[in-house]
């Protein structure tokens, strides 16, 4: 009776699967195509004759390589800020003792439910009267003040150490600072692990703020894609357009893929306390 229901079990995983992977899949095959097969109908599932060639014009029709630079210039900056000042927050408020932390952290995650469009113009205003517009300091500033849900998660995995192990380090004379180096920090590999694919994500397919905040020559992938390839007519060159996404999101990918068990080690032992 079990190898029935496991064997039904593996179907289902397969079938979500493909579902959830089947709008890349028509991507890679659309990346593939000649563009004269974009215009047959009745569409073709596979290409013909698959060319790796709209790869190459994707790559030379703007300059690809310096903007994926940018993105990931600010994407990775923003992700170790933000997950070093998170880790710190959540040691604080996971082991130390302040009066009203409890009300400072609800206020923290009361901010995941306000909507970053409210924020929009007092951020562009507030950036510009003091001369960051078109630089990369508003990620480090955003980096360094740490993301609610990643301080939410250090703080859930902090709490659940062995209080041992402290009062171990402070009898061996350490501070707080260097037990959060030395002992927490190390241990909360997982977290770690996860808050770098989630802040490097955000950051790395975000296009109001580079929209907003960046110029044409200091903008990231996401907003050059986002202007699309099109021809001396105005109309969109799709192939162009799906090579260029599926070169896109191989960072991510490649990202996930290496620290993929961490990041569900990580948000499997950070749960509710």
């Not at 192939?239 to 990918?253: D, E, F, Q, S």
Request: overall charge positive; proline content about 7%; aromatic content about 14%.
């Amino acid at each position: 009776m079990v190898f029935p229901r496991r064997t039904a079990l593996y179907m289902l995983l397969v079938g979500l699967a493909v579902l959830f992977l089947s709008p890349f899949g028509w991507l890679l095959i659309t990346a593939l195509k000649d563009p004269s097969e974009l215009r047959v109908l009745p569409i073709h599932w596979w290409p013909h004759q698959p060319s790796l060639g709209n790869f190459e014009q994707a790559l030379s029709f703007w300059p690809y390589l310096g903007y994926a630079r940018n993105s990931l210039m600010v994407s990775t900056l923003y992700a170790v800020l933000a997950t070093l000042a998170s880790a710190w927050a959540g040691y604080g408020f996971a082991r130390l003792e302040a009066p009203g932390k409890r009300v400072i952290f609800g206020v923290l995650l009361s901010t995941m439910m306000l909507p970053q469009i409210i924020t929009l113009v007092p951020t562009y205003l507030l950036f510009g009267k003091i001369g960051l517009l078109n630089t990369y300091m508003p990620w480090v500033l955003w980096g360094l003040c740490g993301a609610p849900y990643l301080i939410f998660l250090f703080r859930q995995f902090f709490a659940n150490m062995p209080k041992e192990l402290e009062e171990a380090a402070i009898v061996d004379g350490c501070g707080q600072i260097r037990i959060f180096w030395r002992i927490f920090l190390p241990q909360s590999w997982p977290v770690i692990a996860t808050s770098l694919i989630l802040s490097f994500s955000w950051t790395w397919g975000d296009w109001i703020a580079p929209a907003l905040l960046l110029d044409d020559d200091r903008t990231t992938l996401a907003v050059r894609l986002a202007k699309g390839y099109v021809n001396q007519h105005g109309e969109p060159l799709s192939n162009l357009v799906a090579a260029g996404t599926v070169m896109y999101v191989v960072p991510v990918l490649a990202l996930f893929l290496i620290m993929q068990r961490g990041f569900v080690s990580g948000i499997a032992t950070s749960g509710l306390k």
